[in-house]
């Protein structure tokens, strides 16, 4: 998890430190509420975010970040975000730590991504 010194924007870099802190803490749902506060502060500070293609996985072809979006019961509304507003529906009260830690690599992969 060292690479979050690298990631640009101060917000999203506080929400990730928090986020990591709920992950060592043992507080999944804690952390995939934090994961959500810095994905909404990145798509805030980086206008057309969620229409960037971003390779899929190997073989298939580039998808919008929106698409790519983790689907574990922290879920982004899709046809919001297609229109440019950010919505989250949270399908369960507790998140395993799995859970958790995908979502933070990816709010942090795509934070290291604008980065680059």
Same mark, same amino acid.
């Given at each position: 998890?060292?690479?979050?010194?690298?990631?640009?924007?101060?917000?999203?870099?506080?929400?990730?430190?928090?986020?990591?802190?709920?992950?060592?803490?043992?507080d999944a749902t804690g952390a995939v509420h934090s994961?959500?506060?810095a994905f909404a502060a990145l798509a805030a500070s980086t206008p057309g975010i969620l229409q960037k293609p971003r390779p899929g996985p190997p073989g298939a072809p580039a998808m919008k970040l929106v698409m790519l979006w983790p689907e574990l019961g922290a879920n982004l509304d899709k046809a919001a975000a297609e229109r440019g507003d950010l !919505?989250? @529906? &949270?399908?369960?009260?507790?998140?395993?730590?799995?859970? !958790?830690? @995908? &979502?933070y690599e990816f709010v942090l992969d795509t934070a290291l991504e604008l980065a680059e």
């Open positions: 998890m060292a690479k979050l010194d690298r990631v640009e924007q101060a917000e999203v870099r506080t929400y990730l430190g928090r986020a990591r802190d709920e992950l060592r803490a043992g994961c959500w506060e !919505a989250v @529906t &949270y399908e369960k009260d507790v998140f395993s730590l799995s859970e !958790a830690m @995908t &979502y």
